[in-house]
Each structure stands twice: as C-alpha cells, then as structure tokens.
C-alpha cells in the first residue's frame, strides 16, 4: 500500500516538475496571454498528463489507470501549493470539456506504462531463463 502512494506521490510531483520547466520555458519564449502562450500552456498539460500516466502504469503495472487519476489529482493539489498555475481564459463549460481530452490521455498512458512493464518483466525473465 505504501509503495502504490509512494509512485502516486512521485508521478504527481515530477508531473509538477515538468510543468513547471515547461511552463518557465513557454513564458520566457512568448509573451504571456498571447494565444501561442495558452496554446503551449495547454500542449503542457496534455504532456504532463501523459507522462503521469505512463508513470503511475509503469510503476504499478495493476490498475495503473486508476492509481493514476489519483496522481493526476494529486498532481493538482500540488499546483495550487506550488503556485504553478496559468488560467485559461475560457468559460467553465469548455473547460469541463477539455477534462475528455485529459483522461482520455491519462488512461493512455497508464496503459502503454503497464505495457512497457510487461515487456520489460517478460524481457528480464527470458534473460535469467537462458543464463
């Protein structure tokens, strides 16, 4: 139990690393509310989103997907501490909205991270069976 908070906890805080990096990196490259800043801010999310869910499925492998909305909630906790946070300037409804797009991502790279550790065991154990 304690291992499954320990990746949540991991997953949600270099989730915020990466945000934080990109994001620094987007607001020293564009001047901030400029559309290409919110669409690069909006880039950034679907990244981290992505790379949390990889994160949670690799490291888990069982039911990384749902380990993984817990990190990605986390991970929102950890922006509001942090102040890492850079509104967009939309209306609530369409915000809603692009939550799909978010989970859609998230469940994707739970899953691929559960793959890719599958493939690793199975590659690990055909190692140590032909040694």
């Avoid at 805080?13 to 934080?20: E, K, M, N």
């Avoid at 400029?34 to 909006?42: R, W």
């Avoid at 939309?90 to 790279?109: F, Q």
Wanted: charged share 15%; glycine share 6%.
């Amino acid at each position: 139990m304690f291992h499954r908070l320990r990746i949540v906890t991991e997953a949600a805080f270099y989730s915020l690393l990466i945000f934080r990096l990109l994001s620094n990196f987007l607001v020293s490259m564009f001047i901030p509310k400029n559309v290409f800043f919110y669409a690069g801010i909006l880039l950034t999310h679907y990244t981290t989103v992505l790379f949390c869910g990889f994160w949670t499925g690799f490291y888990i492998k069982v039911d990384g997907w749902l380990y993984s909305m817990a990190a990605f909630g986390l991970f929102y906790v950890f922006r509001q501490i942090f102040n890492v946070y850079y509104p967009l300037p939309l209306s609530t409804s369409i915000k809603i909205l692009m939550l799909v797009p978010l989970l859609a991502l998230l469940l994707i790279g739970a899953t691929y991270g559960e793959i890719a550790a599958e493939k690793r065991s199975e590659k690990n154990f055909t190692k140590k069976k032909t040694s």
